[in-house]
């Protein structure tokens, strides 16, 4: 029986192997998880930013099993830095990596387990949600590329709570916004599939929630918790199919410009769906109904602006002058996308994102 134009779209999804300790206090587990692995040697990586009180909690609950405490990591993954951390791993002889961060001390694990095939145990600071998916983002020579392989797939994934009490509102903000962008994509993804469509919706609808409660209250523990599930929703999305317009121009104007990850996904959103709207609309609509709204790029315009988040590239460091090299890189290669990508519409678009104007 053929599928009929009503019934169900035929589709693929493949599942991707994971495991989730999810609720509050879990990092007190990470040991149980090093031993249920058979590993003893665990080579644990953080940013600067936790390099006191969080951190010493991880290797206080890991004890005699965590080796060596690096604090290398920086963002967008910049592949010198990926092979200094390196050698400081090969030289304690680990057998595993423990990673406690954002997305810039998951990226740092991911290329680790790229290059050394050793397992992964991650716990989020952040809303980034990479530690959801098989996506390594590298930078070399001022260029941002991505590869999809399941070796930098983290094989057990932390969430406590707990761990993002600290994180500020305004960081929380953007932070979740850059998770609402994977859920976004995934909606007009090539690959689309109803069992993520359906996940995106709930990703992006707890972040919305979520946000403006962190922002007014940043010790609202349900808020809290809404939020990282969110967050482990969106990645979970972006983890099992292809990114889009959005993604491409955040990988230019990041690897390429040096501007601050989360906030480029935040001020490059809104205009990215707007540019999306006519070429999947049913997609954009969903994304209108998660945030109770009735247009989905003026929402999460709003819902950045309304909450303090960053309305312009110019407010985060983008300069004028750099908008053509930015526009040229992103058609140069572009992701697939439901609307053809358009040197003159991409520029204006950029133009707008870095003027901060509200999408039309």
Not at 82 to 89: F, H, I, P, Y
Not at 270 to 287: K, Q
Not at 316 to 332: F, Q
């Amino acid at each position: 029986m053929s599928l009929s134009e009503n019934a169900m779209e035929a589709f693929q999804y493949t599942a991707l192997p994971a495991r989730v300790l999810f609720g509050f206090g879990t990092i007190a587990k990470v040991a149980d998880e090093l031993v249920s692995m058979g590993r003893k040697r665990a080579f644990v990586l953080t940013d600067p930013h936790h390099a006191t009180a969080a951190a010493a909690r991880l290797m206080l609950a890991l004890g005699e099993f965590g080796v060596q405490l690096s604090t290398d990591a920086v963002m967008h993954t910049p592949a010198d830095v990926t092979e200094r951390v390196m050698e400081k791993l090969a030289a304690c002889d680990a057998d595993c990596i423990v990673a406690l961060g954002g997305g810039s001390t998951i990226g740092l694990a991911k290329a680790l387990a790229l290059r050394t095939d050793l397992p992964q145990i991650v716990l989020p600071t952040t809303y980034a949600g990479s530690e959801a998916t098989p996506v390594l983002g590298e930078t070399r020579d001022g260029q941002k590329s991505t590869i999809r392989s399941m070796q930098v797939l983290p094989e057990v994934i932390v969430y406590d709570v707990e761990l993002t009490y600290g994180l500020p509102p305004a960081i929380s903000l953007v932070s979740g916004i850059n998770a609402i962008a994977h859920a976004v994509e995934a909606l007009y993804a090539k690959d689309a599939n109803p069992i993520m469509s359906s996940l995106a919706e709930q990703g992006i609808a707890a972040l919305g929630r979520a946000l403006p409660r962190i922002v007014s209250n940043p010790a609202d523990r349900s808020a809290r918790a809404d939020a990282l599930f969110g967050a482990w929703v969106c990645g979970s999305c972006l983890g099992a199919v292809g990114m889009s317009l959005h993604h491409k121009l955040c990988h230019v104007l990041g690897g390429t410009f040096s501007l601050p990850h989360a906030e480029t996904h935040t001020v490059i959103l809104p205009h990215a769906v707007a540019y999306n709207a006519a070429g999947a609309s049913t997609a954009i609509d969903r994304v209108a109904r998660a945030l109770g709204a009735d247009h989905a790029a003026q929402a999460l315009f709003d819902l950045a602006v309304t909450n303090g988040g960053p309305r312009s590239l110019r407010e985060i460091g983008m300069s004028y002058s750099d908008l053509d090299g930015a526009t040229e890189a992103a058609v140069k290669s572009p992701y697939w996308n439901p609307r053809p990508v358009e040197r003159n519409a991409i520029r204006k678009l950029l133009e707008d994102a870095y003027n901060g104007h509200r999408p039309l």
